[in-house]
């Protein structure tokens, strides 16, 4: 289950990671805040093994999964609670695929909206996503406000000034890092 937006973008992102991709991007925009208008906006963009009109049709379902990513499972509800909650939230949703290319969805949030989830731990889901195993670079794009400060990070260059992403000091400092940006944001 999602309890907030942080979780529902890093849901998302993950399966752009596991798309066979070498690249993803993400964009996450936020004006206002909660109770005060504004919007939470984020977009994913793979360029992974991408979906035919017919596996974007069942992805959006929450009644059928693949069998593969998770054979256990039964249903696949990461794309249909993305939806459920974008909407009910006054916002919307986009998928745009194309196999064998790439994948890129959108979704965006009424802030005011009283149905809105809160958005959760920015800093700690971008650390989240940045130690996703697959994809060569991730490249993220955080944007506060109308014109406002934003800052970019990319795993490469992350992880070759942390020493890697695998060691507990080069996470403590990364998650300090992030903290900060997010304050200066």
Known sequence: MH??????VTDI???????????????????????????????VRDNGKGMSADEIKRAVDPFVSDGIKHPHRKVGLGL??????AEQSGGGWDIKSEKGKGTTVSAWFDAGNVDMPPVGDIP??????????????????????????????RKTEISEVLGGLEETGSLVLLDKYLRSLEEDA
């Open 13 to 43: 992102t993950q399966n752009g990671a596991e798309s066979g991709a070498a690249l993803v991007e993400l964009e996450v925009s936020q004006t206002g805040n909660s109770g005060g208008g504004g919007e939470f906006r984020f977009t």
């Open 124 to 153: 700690g889901m971008f650390r989240s996503i940045l130690m996703f195993q697959g994809p060569r670079e991730i490249h993220i794009t955080r944007s506060r406000g109308t014109g406002g400060p934003s800052y970019e990070l």
């Open 3 to 8: 309890f907030t937006l942080a979780d529902l």
């Open 80 to 85: 249909p609670f993305l939806i459920q909650t």
